[in-house]
């Protein structure tokens, strides 16, 4: 820790260091610093510069990010019932095979 660095901030500006520390021992890493977007979040990981993120104001500002990265990205994810009516209609297979009792 030293007042003498100066280290840019931007999206992803700390990947660079969990890529180096994985690659030089190995170890699992995670990549931190201003990772908003799911895209990023992807290329990060599925390029192998990490192997997995952490998500701090995005989060934040949407509780739900996973499940909207999910619906980007094209996955899905695991939701309780109460919450399979919330499925946006143009995300159909958000919540995978969901079934409901009609009125």
Do not use: C
């Amino acid at each position: 820790m030293s007042p003498l660095q100066k280290i840019p901030l931007a999206p992803g500006y700390q990947v660079p260091f969990a890529q180096g520390i994985k690659a030089a021992t190995g170890v699992t890493t995670m990549a931190v610093g201003l990772i908003t977007q799911a895209n990023h979040a992807e290329d990060i990981v599925a390029s192998g510069k990490a192997d997995m993120v952490a998500l701090a104001r995005g989060m934040l500002y949407d509780p739900r990010w996973g499940w909207h990265a999910a619906a980007e990205l094209g996955g899905q994810v695991e939701a309780a019932a109460q919450y399979w009516r919330s499925q946006p209609s143009n995300q159909k297979a958000l919540f995978g095979a969901t079934m409901f009792g009609t009125r």
